[in-house]
């Protein structure tokens, strides 16, 4: 398949918000790609590269050749020359991926280049690209549509289903099975503002704490036992509690799905980004363990000794659940068994708000009747959390690639210091809609005061209301801190930046001073 294609198709879907043009769309897709370039392709729809993180800056991409005038570059020769670069190390590795990247956007038109500077950067975006997919594999091969999505959800990516259902047809999709010891995508809560919102969609149900820490699914299977991320990436070496602890259980065989964290010496929960450095730790991990060590709360077991639970009542589940471990090693919920009680409501709250006492970021209130749905989200879990926000200052705007080419995109964010300048917490172009694009690009640009030609600094003049899930440590940003998962709520024009919030008050957020 050409590259171009790939292109065009995202290109196509990216304008359009309609999911059943999405899905036309992938279906046509789908019915012309060869087998052989569905893994690669599909990645680069949803804006992966397999080859994960290259290494590459800003300055390997500046300089690009002149693109090519018609389209030759196929899907396969982009993944040899991606992997050539994530290959290259040692002395002059830096050169020769330069001299890689050049020849690759030599051999890419116009549009390719810019989609394959989107790759590079991370500036492709889809939204809901795999609930579509599904969808669009599913016409494209005369699939149940249900049966696609448990297949996906059972292998754990879009990839292998889509590679067996176009040789095979719908019957193959009769190989994919729950099987412990292979990873399936973990389901996913959707969001709503507050507990009562949650509970009146959910009915009857379970209100749950919502744990900041490593999602993690754990598999028995007699002796052994292994460890998988929400990612699906193994981590069994670097968790022995949790392996300890899992063996410990008394079933052979299991699938519990739940979290890992570290708690500090009063037993609260240690900051997201210390758990997230215990767990990626490759190096001593015994010492590692000792000197921090973890603890799995699980709320889900999908199997357990031969019985399937993925189709069973959530609350059946949790029944499983709770005979397979103790109440130490499982997540801590209120049930409410009639929505329109005011006094299980209220008990609903009081827990949300104990929960946050405890230091939890909020509640995930679980459908009691609801099977598990993995790889999208849903009205069958919702999570409410408590609403940050911080007024922060633009400081600079990087130029957009791709769908966003020709519009000033990814902002970066500056809070007030004490002398009257503004430090850099970090980066987003989260929460952007079109129009809003749009406003800020000639609104940044009129505010322009250098432009390298991919950042354009700016007067700090203009504030934005920012939502943000935490705030962490980082080396990257001169206070030391950035925040997680930025997102832009509105432009704040009643407001001066002398107005806006200080490094000072999110630093107190940090620490909790």
Not at 65 to 70: D, L, S
Not at 442 to 454: F, Q
């Amino acid at each position: 398949m050409l590259f171009a294609d790939v292109a065009r198709v995202s290109r196509e879907i990216a304008r359009t918000s309609a999911r059943s043009r999405k899905t036309v769309l992938l279906a046509e897709f789908f019915r012309a790609v060869e087998p052989a370039d569905v893994h690669v392709a599909i990645a680069y729809l949803a804006g992966r590269l397999p080859q994960g993180r290259l290494g590459v800056g800003w300055a390997a991409l500046r300089d690009r050749p002149a693109p090519a005038a018609q389209p030759a570059l196929t899907v396969a020769a982009v993944d040899e020359a991606l992997t050539a670069v994530r290959r290259a190390a040692g002395g002059g590795s830096q050169a020769t991926r330069r001299t890689l990247l050049r020849e690759l956007f030599g051999a890419a038109t116009g549009p390719e280049q810019e989609y394959l500077l989107g790759l590079l950067t991370g500036e492709v975006r889809q939204g809901a690209l795999d609930a579509a997919a599904v969808a669009g594999l599913a016409a494209a091969t005369d699939a149940p549509p249900a049966d696609v999505r448990r297949a996906v959800m059972l292998a754990g990516a879009l990839e292998p289903v889509a590679v067996a259902l176009l040789a095979g047809g719908a019957a193959a999709l009769d190989d994919f099975a729950l099987t412990v010891g292979t990873p399936l995508l973990p389901m996913l809560a959707g969001s709503a503002k507050s507990v009562a919102e949650a509970v009146a969609k959910a009915g009857r149900c379970a209100v749950e704490e919502k744990l900041d820490g490593i999602r993690v699914q754990v598999h028995r299977d007699g002796a052994g036992v292994r460890i998988f991320t929400r990612t699906l990436d193994e981590v069994t070496a670097r968790l022995p509690e949790i392996v300890e602890a899992a063996a410990a259980l008394p079933a052979e065989r299991f699938v519990v799905d739940g979290e890992v964290l570290a708690f500090d010496g009063a037993g609260r929960p240690r900051p997201f980004q210390e758990t997230a450095g215990r767990v990626g730790s490759r190096v001593d991990v015994t010492a590692a363990a000792s000197a921090m060590p973890v603890h799995a709360v699980f709320f889900d077991v999908l199997a357990v000794d031969g019985r399937e639970l993925l189709d069973q009542p959530y609350d059946v589940r949790h029944a499983a659940l709770a005979a397979l471990m103790p109440a130490e090693l499982r997540v801590r919920r209120s049930v409410v068994t009639d929505p329109a009680d005011p006094a299980q409501l209220a008990a609903a709250e009081d827990f949300f708000t104990a929960t946050l006492d405890r230091g939890h970021e909020g509640v995930v209130v679980k459908a009691a009747g609801s099977g598990y749905a993995a790889g999208r989200r849903g009205a069958a879990w919702l999570k409410v959390k408590p609403v940050h926000t911080l007024d922060l200052v633009v400081l600079a705007v990087e130029r957009g690639h791709g769908r966003r080419a020709g519009r000033l995109s990814n902002l970066h964010l500056g809070a007030r210091d004490e002398d009257g300048s503004f430090v850099m917490l970090g980066k987003t172009f989260k929460g952007l809609t079109d129009a809003l694009l749009d406003w800020q690009t000639e609104r940044l640009g009129a505010l322009a005061v250098d432009d390298d030609g991919y950042t354009v600094t700016v007067r700090p003049e203009l504030v934005v209301e920012i939502a943000y899930d935490g705030v962490q440590t980082s080396p990257r940003y001169p206070a030391g801190l950035t925040l997680r998962f930025a997102r832009v709520v509105r432009y704040r024009e009643d407001k001066t930046a002398a107005e806006a919030d200080t490094v000072a008050a999110v630093r107190a957020a940090h620490t909790g001073g």
